[in-house]
């Protein structure tokens, strides 16, 4: 048997129908980029997580970038974020020419440690990023206790965590802005490259919908340097149609992961923990051990695709040596990085597929 790590194609199958008809709809309409089906979908991705504004952009990249620069963040600014996350979350602050300045995590949530920010705040910083990793929010109230303290703005990465609750709040809500990713293999996912913005502030909605349309709130009036950052029609279509079964999706992913959670009870392997406070999406299931490779090359003999997120934490890749980070600097995340792995995750996981993958582990702790 053949275990993947995602199954895109069964997705697919499962709206086909209902997305096909609608995709020819919007090219015979020659709705190509924003206009009504994006406008659609982003009225009803702010209904979703509960903002007055969600703003589509052509990446969870550029969704991070358009938000930093809708809040005024630049050269001379910094930003505080985290290690170990994708290397877009601090790309993103790094295009603005704002200093990335990193903290470490907390070792059960994988999140933002929140009793690191304080030290890490100068008179230069402007905002606090934290990550929504793996589908699970941050530990969002001691953020946004420091930032208002401070008087900084709050921006999150929800980009693995569409749908996920803080406190039975929405991601994306919680903050000044959330930032979104619908590259096709996240919670959410478009037929090609997409991202989003929320908020519910009308000023910082106005300024990401004119810096992802070239700077201009009127067409050739370019009031600022903007960006080509706009979402096409198609992947509008798309992610409305998609948007309607999220919920179910999410509910699936948390039904596997209840069944991960049971049968690895007894075997010697970290399970993720659920905090209490949140509503875990299950982006990803990922548990840790200093086996880690062993049982990814056990698990990939026998066919079970797993992955790792991610091998090396941002601070020590080679790309961003320049934010002055060495080895030990962010024990933690370091340790993560050498001891995570994803198991097969995604709604279309079959039982089979899931009890294979089970019986694999329980047998190479086993052997
Ligand atoms: C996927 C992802 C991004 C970037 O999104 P893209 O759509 O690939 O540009 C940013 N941050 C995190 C945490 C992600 O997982």
């Known amino acids: 048997m053949k275990v993947p790590f995602l199954n895109l194609a069964a997705a697919y199958e499962d709206i086909k129908d209902e997305v096909m008809p609608a995709i020819e709809h919007t090219i015979s309409e020659s709705q190509f980029i924003l206009g009504a089906p994006v406008q659609k979908f982003e009225e009803d991705f702010a209904a979703y997580c509960e903002t007055g504004h969600a703003m589509g952009v052509n990446s969870g990249t550029s969704s991070l970038h358009m938000a930093l620069l809708a809040a005024g963040i630049g050269k001379g600014d910094e930003v505080v974020t985290v290690p170990h996350t994708f290397v877009a979350t601090v790309a993103a602050i790094l295009y603005t020419g704002a200093k990335p300045v990193l903290v470490d995590v907390d070792p059960t949530r994988m999140t933002m440690d929140p009793a690191k920010i304080e030290a890490a705040i100068t008179p230069r910083t402007k905002a606090i990023l934290p990550v929504h990793l793996y589908g699970q929010p941050a530990d969002m109230d001691p953020v946004l206790d420091i930032a208002r303290r401070h008087g900084l703005l709050v921006i999150e990465d929800a980009c693995q965590a569409h749908g996920a609750r803080y406190k039975g709040r929405r991601v994306g809500s919680l903050g000044d802005m959330g930032c979104f990713s619908f590259y096709p293999g996240k919670n959410l996912g478009a037929y090609g490259e997409g991202g989003a913005v ?160 089970i019986e694999c582990i329980r047998e190479f702790f086993a052997r």
């Open 198 to 357: 929320t908020t519910s502030n009308e000023e910082l909605a106005e300024r990401v919908r004119i810096f992802r349309d070239w700077g201009a709130k009127k067409r050739y009036h370019h009031d600022v340097l903007g960006f080509n950052a706009r979402l096409e029609g198609i992947q509008g279509t798309v992610l409305a149609l998609r948007l309607k079964r999220l919920d179910e999706l999410n509910a699936r992913r948390r039904a596997i992961a209840a069944i991960y959670d049971r049968e690895l009870e007894n075997v010697p392997l970290e399970l993720p923990v659920a905090a209490a406070d949140s509503e875990h999406v299950y982006h990803l299931y990922a548990v840790r051990t200093p086996r880690r490779n062993e049982l990814l090359d056990f698990l990939k003999n026998r066919e079970v695709y797993c992955g790792i997120h991610y091998p090396t934490p941002v601070h020590l890749q080679k790309g961003y040596a320049r934010l002055g980070y060495g080895k030990g600097d962010f024990p933690v995340s370091e340790k993560i990085a050498a001891e995570e792995l994803s198991l097969p995750m995604c709604p279309y996981l079959r039982e089979d597929q899931q009890a294979f993958t």
